[in-house]
């Protein structure tokens, strides 16, 4: 195995970590995967497992093609998801799937996070859609979640959960951890009023900023402030 995949071994173990901890998921729930940059290979955690109890040699190394290179451990049963995005989205080089209790209840409403948020329109873009219902570890689950997610940064799955993306696993994180706040936010605001959805052209401006010059800073302070 290459130096590089035993480095995003390392780093998916502790992600996976800190994921459990941030209230996310629970139990041995949700998965994380990171692309191995100039190869075509992808850590991914394994299934069943709970976070607390794994080590970095449970990592489990596979190729584009859906193949165990290392590892003893079976894949997250979502594999085919993140593979999926991987081939759809060049830009992407980590997948993070959470259960995190509001971003949940609106993909049980099936009822999309609209771009309320500054920084929810910075990191995701024009809102959080919802992909149409397919079983868990399915094909049609992948394809349903590529389709949705498009060039944002995260989609909510219905019934399910929530799928965030980014060009590291920081990035990945703070994405989720800005869904759920956005997706608390959007339920509580809907309760007192009408929630007030930024115009197009302001979100625009926000998302390009952000991948322009900002997000660097973001996602090292997101990372300081997380340990």
Known sequence: MTVAAEKYKEQVYKMGLRMATSGLVTGTWGNLSARVPREDLVVI?????????????????????????????????????????????????????????FAS???????????????????????VPVASYARAGTEELARAAVEALGNRGAVLLANHGVIGVG????????VCQIVEKSAKVYVWADLVGKPAILPPDEVQALRDSYLNSYSQAAIRNYAVNDR
């Open 105 to 127: 209840a609106l993909a049980v409403a099936r009822k999309p996070i609209p771009p309320i948020l500054e920084d929810l329109a910075q990191t995701v873009g024009d809102g």
């Open 45 to 101: 955690t394994p299934s069943g497992l709970p976070y607390t109890t794994l080590q970095v040699r449970d990592m489990v190394v596979m190729d584009m093609n859906g193949q165990v290179v290392e590892g003893e451990r079976c894949p997250s049963t979502e594999f085919q998801l993140h593979l999926a995005i991987y081939r759809a989205r060049p830009d992407v080089y980590a997948v993070m799937h959470t259960h995190s209790v």
């Open 167 to 174: 060009r590291n696993l920081e990035e990945a994180f703070m």
